[in-house]
């Protein structure tokens, strides 16, 4: 079975610095996905980057990019000039590529944003 | 913006009650998951469905969880009787199942809490 590892419970940073959130999963599939997912206090689950496997190029969204690393099954979060509403619990997340099956999650990392 | 929307938000009863959570996934959506939220257990799938036929309801305890999607447009989660070991935020989640890093989209949740 798919796991996700978020071996950071908590982390923070200083407004406009950047942080890594690390991620690392174990699978024996060669294709699959990740996604980072946002969960502020409201809970809403807000998608924040996708990275597809085959694909070498890391993904970027704005501020937010990840550092993939396959051979090492590593996924990690680098957020850049963070802001006060970045802060939020993070959630890792593995799927197969067998069409829209489920997503094995992370235990999550809570980032604090200091002023 | 398409939702996907799930009723009630909240919900406060007593042990022994059912309780029924409600799901609309996005119009068009054929893939739908059903997601709790523990401290203890994080975020783990109960069940899910693809053109309204239950694929995989191994997460569900079966003798009080059942999990139906009467039509396209409605997908509900009962427990009866409920324990207060059930309390936990409750998600829903709806997807196209073609292959591709196709994002699963999640309502705000169901708080439940049994008493």
């Known amino acids: 079975a798919q796991t996700v590892t978020q071996s950071q419970p908590e982390m923070s940073v200083q407004e406009a610095e950047t942080v890594t959130l690390s991620c690392t999963y174990d699978t024996s599939e060669s294709d699959y996905y990740l996604f980072w997912y946002k969960q502020p206090p409201s809970r809403q689950m807000i998608l924040v980057i996708r990275q597809e496997a085959y694909k070498q190029q890391n993904a970027t969204e704005n501020r937010f990019s990840v550092n993939f690393q396959k051979a090492a099954k590593s996924f990690s979060l680098k957020i850049s000039d963070s802001q006060l509403g970045d802060a939020a619990m993070y959630f890792c997340a593995y799927r197969a590529n067998s069409g829209n099956t489920p997503l094995v999650f992370g235990k999550g990392t809570r980032l604090s944003v200091i002023a | 913006d398409a939702r996907v929307t799930q009723t009630p938000r909240h919900k406060v009863t007593e042990m022994g009650q059912e309780v029924t959570m409600r799901c609309q996934p996005i119009l068009g959506h054929n893939t739908v998951f059903w997601y709790r939220q523990t401290m203890m257990q994080g975020l783990e799938l109960l069940a899910y469905f693809r053109n309204r036929a239950p694929l995989d309801d191994s997460g569900m305890p079966k003798d009080r969880f059942s999990a139906e999607m009467p039509d396209a447009t409605l997908a509900t989660l009962k427990i009866q009787p409920s324990e207060p070991r059930d309390s936990a935020v409750y998600f829903c989640?709806?997807?196209?199942?073609?292959?591709?890093?196709?994002?699963?989209?999640f309502g705000d949740g169901t708080r439940l809490s049994i008493l």
């Open positions: 989640a709806s997807g196209f199942s073609s292959r591709g890093a196709q994002p699963q989209h």
